[in-house]
């Protein structure tokens, strides 16, 4: 119920502006929304000021398509420039009717009254806008020529008013879309096909093959899996199951076709088709290039970069009685609401957007592309359902900034006048159709080029003969506008090249500006900014600089113009940089900005100043630092790691110059000071060191290559094609291996007797003793890890053990009689443990102990089959093995045991104590460490002697030696161990992982005594230390150094994607690794498999809590986790030789990883 | 197997794979808002939470890891009428655009904090290091960071 509305006919209709209700609450609705610069607030004040309110009396509706006008898409900061327009009518409006209503009231003329704070003063007395609507119900259509108050009047506009957000944003009580939650909703996780952030070409939706439900059937949680064309998605009652899920599923997809050389950006832009648009041609460009004193032609360009937002895109929806709400994190409800209609086939009016603030967009990310997901699950399940995207697909399929490629001609008159300029500038980017539109086929894929590459693209100099042309072109990836669109690039070209021009003129880059400038405004802002930013007046790059450092100035300006061409103006902004440049290193750090800025009038003027810092972090990042890298199919950069963001350490000291103009018009805030960065920064380093720099982003190498008179190193090699998700390892057969058992295998049998099959044991025949005792013999072997498949019921087999000689399988342990233990006899089970032979008289191959499980005693031995007996039975067929041959003929495992195996009991040894004989009876027995750290001959066996637990391989990931003789920096002592086996951490040595993890799970069963006996043998078998080793500390100190002070594009990624867990700052975190990476067996072996599966598979929690390690497997490329051990090996252990083939090894181990 | 643990002072009991994401309970099963998804590798530090009083990354830490433990959340720190001294003072220095990584920010400052009573303004950035935002907030978050050591101190008194 209200008592006061504005309104306007819209583009459908009635749209309400501007409410207050009965109890006089104040709410106005706009069309645009927040993106998180904080326009809620400054849209408030704008009400409150026509109104005389204290602005947190206003509430704002935003982006609704149910409640507020369709204004278009909240792009180019055109809020407060545009959409805000009509909603300050509204407000000024809404005064006026309040002020008649209570000239009637007082009976007094309206011009008598007074309005202040919500409380209208009259002759008579007084009443807010509650006593004044009494009773009311006025519908006024919007008067665009309502009254506005004039700057002079003001009160509330032009001064910082606290962003109304922020108390709720922190502490937790602000709902974003993350945050919206229905009752009864549902967890959508998609599956997004392989050509990651790509859509064009006859692939696109076409590229499923085959979708295997039956391979997740068993999951829990599992609600539906939904399939459209290229569009697949899980559903499941829990967000983590939904994930689980959807990485189970086996899916089969083909494979698109190759992507064009993107790290080589001017040459594939100049290949792609165009249509050639004359933005002006004035003069004659050609004529005057010609007679020019001086010509200069130059290529600028900027590669493809991230929105980056940090939230990655989410939405929940819900279909209902034919109706669709979708609660969205989109910069355009309206354009959204029609892109959904087309996709469910439904009425706009039966949609509604309800627009919740999301993490910052900086222009189109995922936000609406996760809608169109949300929305088809809720149709297909019926219940809401809610998409959240992982950072990985957010990284690969959000329509990046485009890349662009600006060529330019330009001459100097015989007056040194800036007399011709030919610019031309390529932009392959369109507006991101929704990518559901996309896979589900309900929009053709054909490439469609937008034309937005303008912007900014007219010079804002004097120049005669002039002409300026964009090249439209259809993006080559997903591509769209990210803030300050295509004038950033433009920009910087137009901004270097007068540089460039001032430098060959011998002239002052900054008087040089000046002497082009028509605009008394912009010259003032140039000169201001020069002024107070300290500027040295030069005739060329000054060449300052102290040791390795290099020091330089560099000045740039734009007018940022956004929207359709000739384009709208904005703020305008300059940019004073200064920067320090490492010669050796080519490190660029901005050490000094100040910014000025003529924004109009300025609503909010804490708003604009953060506006602006925000624009120099972001833009110092896309500057010196990020480019999206790509490999042969797709968008290559799926983490932080790839992708690394400007930190706190990168920071300059800021300074910003607001030029008050009230009385002037506002102007957008929201990119301006963004558009100068990347050329002022260009200009500083050439101050600096003479080198220009024509090229994003402004890396070390890059800026070390260009100092050395080098060719330009692109962002990163190209990686090769990405295997990551499709590949197969080839299997490699050790056929000669297999040949030489073959020799001896026709001398034995193939077979042993068959032991009848028995009845189950009773119920109850055994003690409660005896069961505890078998299960303590059961963990220290840890028969669960390998007899229980991945994802698979416990203990009923199934698992597959790769083996040199093929693939065996695990068999059901519970006692079922048809496919487990329940019809074996004790006898039948002691000889498979202790002789390798099945009840039925067939060989076991010895990936199967029993060649340690020989030394179980009788008395454990039975104890342990007691407790397999006292489990319940389940029933499960084990798939049969696939062996190579002669290996595959089991009578050929008759006669590797007539090499290999003794089938003796554990004898105590005399000279030892008890201690150490428990010890080696549970190592050597039960335990069957050598199985995977003793190296296995050619035929499979365990080497004996000096090799005996030398370390081993399984499963791809080494185990270390248990001798004494691994790799690693601190020796292992008997503590060590013990902290090891009992905690599955030591302080010295790290955490269990890989394959090692669940057998220290199994270990918590045993007693303090036993595990004490394990470390007291296993500590004795080290030889005498050959040198005293360095201290942990020592160790440690110089570790974290070298990884500080480490400046290559590897020690950047590491920082990025792994800095957090493993390299401590003044916080230690509960979640970060506990131990120093150097002191890891792992970056100190022979070989880097271990500390690959590590990276791919991560670690996982030990028993007794505390941090467990991501598998970085779904984000970081073969190459780039090659880079990270690559650099760990020679920072962390630099005295040993460097692991090669790293790349071909991380392939190998993801291809094997479990 | 039942897990239990304390989040924001009250007792709770999971009976949920011990190897589920803490984030997602945090999030899903106590609906709370603070602890934020963004990249589940522990590299942005969006969900970052206490745990017995040390920050921590939500999105890389398993239930079972934090069984028996006390987790505070940035619900637990204070309410938008009574604010803990750290969110003060990143309310009143305006440190957030989009808000997005302010949970991150506030709980890290909180944490170093607890430690640290008075780190500089360089002690400060190095703790925030692995904390990402998009918006380049870098300026008015330090600022916070280090009003926030003011009424910490304040407060202590």
């Given at each position: 119920?209200?008592?006061?509305?504005?309104?306007?006919?819209?583009?459908?209709?009635?749209?309400?502006?501007?409410?207050?209700?009965?109890?006089?609450?104040?709410?106005?609705?706009?069309?645009?929304?927040?993106?998180?610069t904080?326009?809620?607030?400054?849209?408030?004040?704008?009400?409150?000021?026509?109104?005389?309110?204290?602005?947190?009396?206003?509430?704002?509706?935003?982006?609704?398509?149910?409640?507020?006008?369709?204004?278009?898409?909240?792009?180019?900061?055109?809020?407060?420039?545009f959409?805000?327009?009509?909603?300050?009518?509204?407000?000024?409006?809404a005064?006026?009717?309040?002020?008649?209503?209570?000239a009637?009231?007082?009976?007094?003329?309206?011009?008598?009254?007074?309005?202040?704070?919500?409380?209208?003063?009259?002759?008579?007395?007084?009443?807010?806008?509650?006593?004044?609507?009494?009773?009311?119900?006025i519908?006024?259509?919007?008067?665009?020529?309502?009254?506005?108050?004039?700057?002079?009047?003001?009160?509330?506009?032009g001064?910082?008013s606290?962003?109304?957000?922020?108390?709720?944003?922190?502490?937790?009580?602000?709902?974003?879309?993350?945050?919206v939650?229905?009752?009864?909703?549902?967890?959508?996780h998609?599956?997004r096909p392989?050509?990651?952030g790509?859509?064009?070409?006859?692939?696109?939706?076409?590229?499923?093959l085959?979708?295997?439900?039956?391979?997740?059937?068993?999951?829990?949680?599992l609600?539906?899996?939904?399939?459209?064309?290229?569009?697949?998605?899980?559903?499941?009652?829990?967000?983590?199951?939904?994930?689980?899920i959807?990485?189970?599923l086996?899916?089969?997809w083909?494979?698109?076709p190759?992507l064009p050389?993107?790290?080589?950006?001017?040459?594939?832009?100049?290949?792609?088709?165009a249509?050639?648009?004359?933005?002006?041609?004035?003069?004659?460009?050609?004529?005057?290039?010609?007679?020019?004193?001086?010509?200069?032609?130059?290529?600028?360009?900027?590669?493809?970069q991230?929105?980056?937002?940090?939230?990655p895109s989410?939405?929940?929806?819900?279909?209902?009685g034919?109706?669709?709400?979708?609660w969205?994190?989109?910069?355009?409800?309206?354009?959204?609401?029609?892109?959904?209609?087309?996709?469910?086939?439904?009425?706009e009016?039966?949609i509604?957007?309800?627009?919740?603030?999301?993490?910052?967009?900086y222009?189109?990310?995922?936000?609406?592309?996760?809608?169109g997901?949300?929305?088809?699950?809720?149709?297909?399940?019926g219940?809401p359902?809610?998409?959240?995207l992982?950072?990985?697909?957010?990284?690969?399929?959000?329509?990046?900034?485009?890349?662009?490629?600006?060529?330019?001609?330009?001459?100097?008159?015989?007056?040194?006048?800036?007399?011709?300029?030919?610019?031309?500038?390529?932009?392959?980017s369109?507006?991101?159709?929704?990518?559901?539109?996309?896979?589900?086929?309900?929009?053709?894929?054909s490439?469609?080029?937008?034309?937005m590459?303008?912007?900014t693209?007219?010079?804002?100099?004097?120049?005669?003969n002039?002409?300026?042309?964009?090249?439209?072109m259809?993006?080559?990836?997903?591509?769209?506008w990210?803030?300050?669109?295509s004038?950033?690039p433009?920009?910087?070209?137009?901004?270097?090249?007068?540089?460039?021009?001032?430098?060959?003129?011998?002239?002052?880059p900054?008087?040089?500006?000046?002497?082009?400038?028509?605009?008394?405004?912009t010259?003032?802002?140039?000169?201001?900014?020069?002024?107070?930013?300290?500027?040295q007046?030069?005739?060329?790059?000054?060449?300052?600089?102290?040791g390795d450092?290099?020091?330089?100035?560099?000045?740039?300006?734009?007018?940022?113009?956004?929207?359709?061409?000739?384009?709208?103006?904005?703020?305008?902004?300059?940019?004073?940089a200064?920067?320090?440049?490492n010669?050796?290193?080519?490190?660029?750090?901005?050490?000094?900005?100040?910014?000025?800025q003529?924004?109009?009038?300025?609503?909010?003027?804490?708003?604009?100043?953060?506006?602006?810092?925000?624009?120099?972090v972001?833009?110092?990042?896309?500057?010196?630092?990020?480019?999206?890298?790509?490999?042969?199919?797709?968008?290559?950069?799926?983490?932080?790691?790839?992708?690394?963001?400007a930190?706190?350490?990168?920071?300059?000291?800021?300074?910003s110059?607001?030029?008050?103009?009230?009385?002037?018009?506002?102007?957008?805030?929201?990119?301006?000071?963004?558009?100068?960065s990347?050329?002022?920064?260009?200009?500083?380093?050439?101050?600096?060191?003479?080198?220009?720099?024509?090229?994003?982003?402004?890396?070390?190498?890059?800026?070390r290559?260009?100092l050395?008179?080098?060719?330009?190193?692109?962002a990163?090699?190209a990686?090769?094609?990405r295997?990551?998700?499709?590949?197969?390892?080839?299997?490699?057969?050790a056929?000669?291996?297999?040949?030489?058992l073959?020799?001896?295998?026709?001398?034995?049998?193939?077979?042993?007797?068959?032991?009848?099959?028995?009845?189950?044991?009773?119920?109850?025949?055994?003690s409660?003793e005896?069961?505890?005792?078998?299960?303590?013999?059961?963990a220290?072997?840890?028969?669960?890890?390998?007899?229980?498949?991945?994802?698979?019921?416990p203990l009923?087999?199934?698992?597959?053990?790769?083996t040199?000689?093929?693939?065996?399988?695990?068999?059901?342990?519970t006692?079922?009689?048809?496919?487990?233990l329940?019809a074996?006899?004790?006898?039948?089970?002691?000889?498979?443990?202790?002789?390798?032979?099945?009840?039925?008289?067939?060989?076991?191959?010895?990936?199967?102990?029993?060649?340690?499980?020989?030394r179980?005693?009788?008395?454990d031995?039975?104890?342990?089959?007691?407790y397999?007996?006292?489990?319940?039975?389940?029933?499960?067929?084990?798939?049969?093995?696939?062996?190579?041959?002669?290996?595959?003929?089991?009578?050929?495992?008759?006669?590797?045991?007539?090499?290999f195996h003794t089938?003796?009991?554990?004898?105590?040894?005399?000279?030892?104590?008890?201690?150490?004989?428990?010890?080696?009876?549970?190592?050597?027995?039960?335990?069957?460490?050598?199985?995977?750290?003793?190296?296995?001959?050619?035929?499979?066996?365990?080497?004996?002697?000096?090799?005996?637990?030398?370390?081993?391989?399984?499963?791809?990931?080494?185990?270390?030696?248990?001798?004494?003789?691994?790799?690693?920096?601190?020796?292992?002592?008997e503590?060590?161990?013990?902290d090891?086996?009992?905690?599955g951490?030591?302080?010295?040595?790290?955490?269990?992982?890989?394959p090692?993890?669940?057998?220290?799970a199994?270990l918590?069963?045993?007693?303090?005594?036993?595990?004490?006996?394990?470390?007291?043998?296993?500590?004795?078998?080290?030889?005498?230390p050959?040198?005293?080793?360095?201290?942990?500390?020592?160790?440690?100190?110089?570790?974290?150094?070298?990884l500080?002070t480490a400046?290559?594009?590897?020690?950047?990624?590491?920082?990025?994607?792994?800095?957090?867990?493993?390299?401590?700052?003044?916080?230690?975190?509960?979640?970060?690794?506990?131990?120093?990476?150097?002191?890891?067996?792992?970056?100190?072996a022979?070989?880097?498999?271990?500390l690959?599966?590590?990276?791919l598979?991560?670690?996982?929690?030990?028993?007794?809590?505390?941090?467990?390690?991501?598998?970085?497997?779904?984000?970081?490329?073969?190459?780039?986790?090659?880079?990270?051990?690559?650099?760990?090996?020679?920072?962390?252990?630099?005295?040993?030789?460097?692991?090669?083939?790293?790349?071909?090894?991380?392939?190998?181990a993801?291809?094997?990883?479990? | 197997?039942?897990?239990?643990?304390?989040?924001?002072?009250?007792?709770?009991a999971?009976?949920?794979?011990?190897?589920?994401?803490?984030?997602?309970?945090?999030?899903n099963?106590?609906?709370?808002?603070?602890?934020?998804?963004?990249?589940?590798?522990?590299?942005?530090?969006?969900?970052?939470?206490?745990?017995?009083?040390?920050?921590?990354?939500?999105?890389?830490?398993?239930?079972?890891?934090?069984a028996?433990?006390?987790?505070?959340?940035?619900?637990?720190?204070?309410?938008?009428?009574?604010?803990?001294?750290?969110?003060?003072?990143?309310?009143?220095?305006?440190?957030?655009?989009?808000?997005?990584?302010?949970?991150?920010?506030?709980?890290?400052v909180?944490?170093l904090?607890?430690?640290?009573?008075?780190p500089?303004?360089?002690?400060?950035?190095?703790?925030?290091?692995?904390?990402?935002?998009?918006?380049?907030?870098h300026?008015?978050?330090?600022?916070?960071?280090?009003?926030?050591?003011?009424l910490?101190?304040?407060?202590?008194?």
């Open positions: 119920m209200t008592a006061l509305t504005i309104w306007r006919t819209g583009k459908a209709g009635p749209e309400t502006l501007l409410e207050i209700d009965p109890a006089g609450t104040v709410t106005g609705f706009n069309g645009h929304v927040d993106l998180g904080g326009i809620r607030t400054a849209l408030g004040q704008i009400v409150a000021e026509e109104l005389d309110l204290p602005p947190a009396r206003v509430r704002m509706v935003l982006g609704d398509t149910a409640r507020t006008p369709d204004q278009g898409p909240t792009i180019a900061s055109e809020t407060i420039q959409a805000a327009v009509p909603l300050r009518a509204a407000a000024a409006q005064r006026a009717i309040l002020l008649a209503l209570a009637a009231r007082f009976g007094c003329p309206p011009g008598a009254l007074t309005l202040r704070d919500g409380v209208v003063t009259g002759g008579a007395g007084t009443a807010d806008f509650a006593a004044l609507l009494a009773n009311q119900s519908r006024a259509e919007l008067d665009p020529a309502a009254r506005v108050k004039t700057p002079a009047e003001y009160r509330t506009v001064r910082s606290p962003r109304v957000d922020l108390p709720g944003k922190a502490t937790g009580t602000w709902t974003y879309v993350h945050d939650r229905l009752p009864g909703m549902l967890h959508g998609v599956l392989p050509y990651a790509r859509d064009s070409g006859p692939f696109i939706g076409h590229s499923l085959a979708v295997d439900e039956a391979s997740v059937a068993h999951l829990p949680g609600v539906a899996i939904v399939r459209i064309r290229d569009f697949l998605a899980v559903v499941a009652e829990r967000e983590g199951q939904a994930r689980t959807a990485e189970a086996k899916v089969r083909a494979l698109p190759e050389d993107l790290g080589n950006i001017a040459g594939t832009l100049r290949d792609l088709p249509t050639k648009r004359m933005l002006t041609d004035r003069g004659d460009v050609e004529a005057a290039l010609s007679r020019a004193k001086v010509q200069l032609a130059r290529s600028y360009s900027w590669p493809w991230m929105h980056g937002s940090i939230g989410c939405a929940v929806a819900r279909f209902e034919g109706r669709l709400e979708i969205s994190g989109t910069q355009n409800p309206h354009m959204l609401r029609g892109d959904i209609a087309r996709l469910m086939e439904m009425p009016e039966a509604d957007i309800h627009r919740h603030e999301a993490a910052g967009c222009g189109r990310n995922c936000a609406d592309d996760v809608c997901d949300a929305a088809l699950l809720a149709r297909a399940v219940r359902v809610r998409v959240q992982t950072r990985e697909q957010e990284h690969l399929w959000e329509p990046k900034g485009a890349a662009q490629l600006m060529d330019v001609r330009g001459g100097l008159g015989e007056d040194g006048r800036f007399d011709a300029y030919d610019f031309e500038t390529r932009y392959p369109n507006r991101g159709p929704n990518l559901a539109l996309l896979l589900t086929g309900a929009i053709a894929p490439p469609q080029p937008s034309d590459g303008d912007r693209a007219i010079p804002p100099y004097r120049i005669e002039l002409r300026v042309a964009v090249h439209d259809a993006p080559i990836v997903r591509a769209s990210f803030r300050g669109v004038a950033l433009n920009t910087f070209a137009h901004e270097s090249f007068i540089d460039e021009l001032a430098a060959e003129a011998g002239e002052d900054v008087a040089f500006r000046l002497r082009h400038i028509d605009d008394a405004r010259a003032e802002l140039i000169r201001r900014t020069a002024e107070e930013g300290g500027w007046p030069r005739s060329g790059p000054r060449l300052h600089g102290e450092f290099a020091f330089g100035q560099g000045f740039a300006y734009a007018t940022y113009v956004h929207g359709t061409f000739p384009g709208v103006a904005a703020a305008q902004a300059a940019w004073m200064e920067v320090a440049v010669r050796r290193t080519g490190e660029v750090s901005l050490t000094k900005v100040l910014v000025g003529d924004s109009g009038l300025m609503i909010n003027p804490d708003g604009v100043r953060h506006q602006l810092h925000g624009n120099v972001q833009s110092l990042s896309r500057t010196l630092t990020e480019a999206v890298t790509f490999d042969a199919i797709s968008v290559a950069d799926q983490d932080w790691g790839a992708y690394p963001l930190r706190f350490e990168d920071l300059p000291e800021v300074r110059v607001l030029i008050e103009r009230p009385e002037e018009p506002p102007l957008g805030v929201g990119e301006s000071a963004s558009v100068p990347a050329a002022a920064i260009a200009n500083a380093i050439f101050d600096a060191t003479g080198v220009r720099m024509r090229e994003l982003p402004f890396t070390p190498e890059r800026v290559a260009a050395a008179g080098a060719p330009m190193p692109r990163l090699a990686p090769p094609p295997r990551r998700r499709f590949a197969r390892m080839a299997a490699t057969l056929a000669g291996i297999a040949g030489g073959m020799a001896g295998a026709v001398a034995f049998p193939a077979l042993r007797a068959e032991i009848p099959r028995s009845a189950p044991p009773a119920a109850g025949l055994w409660a005896t069961l505890a005792r078998g299960r303590q013999v059961f220290a072997g840890d028969c669960a890890a390998c007899h229980t498949a991945e994802g698979g019921v009923t087999g199934g698992r597959a053990i790769e040199p000689f093929g693939t065996v399988h695990s068999t059901n342990l006692p079922d009689p048809e496919t487990g329940g074996w006899s004790y006898p039948a089970f002691a000889r498979a443990m202790r002789e390798g032979i099945s009840r039925d008289g067939h060989h076991l191959y010895p990936a199967f102990p029993y060649t340690a499980f020989a179980i005693t009788e008395d031995m039975q104890a342990l089959y007691a397999i007996q006292s489990l319940p039975p389940v029933r499960a067929e084990v798939p049969p093995g696939r062996m190579i041959a002669p290996v595959n003929l089991r009578g050929t495992m008759a006669a590797w045991n007539a090499l089938a003796t009991p554990f004898t105590p040894d005399p000279a030892q104590g008890a201690v150490w004989n428990r010890g080696a009876y549970l190592v050597e027995g039960a335990g069957h460490c050598a199985s995977c750290h003793s190296p296995r001959n050619a035929l499979g066996a365990e080497r004996t002697g000096a090799a005996h637990l030398a370390g081993g391989t399984v499963g791809g990931w080494t185990a270390p030696a248990l001798n004494g003789t691994g790799p690693g920096p601190l020796a292992w002592t503590a060590d161990l013990y090891y086996l009992r905690d951490r030591s302080n010295r040595h790290g955490a269990a992982a890989g090692m993890a669940p057998v220290i199994a918590a069963e045993l007693p303090d005594s036993d595990i004490r006996a394990m470390a007291t043998y296993l500590a004795s078998l080290a030889p005498a050959a040198a005293p080793e360095p201290t942990a500390e020592t160790l440690a100190a110089t570790a974290q150094e070298a500080e400046t290559d594009p590897a020690a950047r990624l590491f920082t990025a994607a792994c800095g957090s867990c493993h390299m401590p700052g003044p916080l230690r975190l509960a979640s970060a690794a506990t131990v120093p990476l150097a002191f890891s067996s792992t970056v100190h022979e070989r880097p498999d271990g690959i599966h590590a990276i598979e991560g670690v996982p929690a030990t028993p007794g809590g505390g941090a467990s390690m991501p598998g970085f497997a779904p984000a970081l490329s073969d190459a780039r986790i090659a880079e990270i051990a690559g650099f760990l090996r020679r920072t962390l252990a630099p005295g040993k030789a460097e692991w090669t083939g790293l790349t071909e090894t991380v392939a190998r993801r291809a094997t990883r479990h | 197997m039942t897990i239990r643990l304390a989040v924001n002072g009250q007792d709770h999971f009976d949920l794979p011990p190897q589920t994401s803490l984030l997602e309970v945090l999030r099963d106590l609906g709370l808002n603070g602890p934020k998804y963004g990249c589940g590798y522990g590299e942005c530090g969006a969900c970052s939470v206490l745990v017995d009083g040390q920050a921590a990354r939500a999105c890389v830490m398993t239930l079972g890891a934090v028996g433990r006390q987790v505070t959340t940035l619900e637990g720190l204070g309410t938008p009428e009574a604010p803990h001294p750290v969110q003060r003072a990143f309310i009143e220095e305006e440190g957030a655009q989009c808000g997005y990584c302010l949970n991150g920010m506030i709980v890290t909180t944490a904090l607890r430690d640290t009573p008075a500089d303004r360089a002690t400060l950035a190095r703790a925030l290091r692995h904390n990402l935002c998009r918006c380049g907030t300026l008015e978050i330090l600022r916070a960071a280090e009003r926030a050591v003011t910490m101190a304040e407060a202590r008194k």
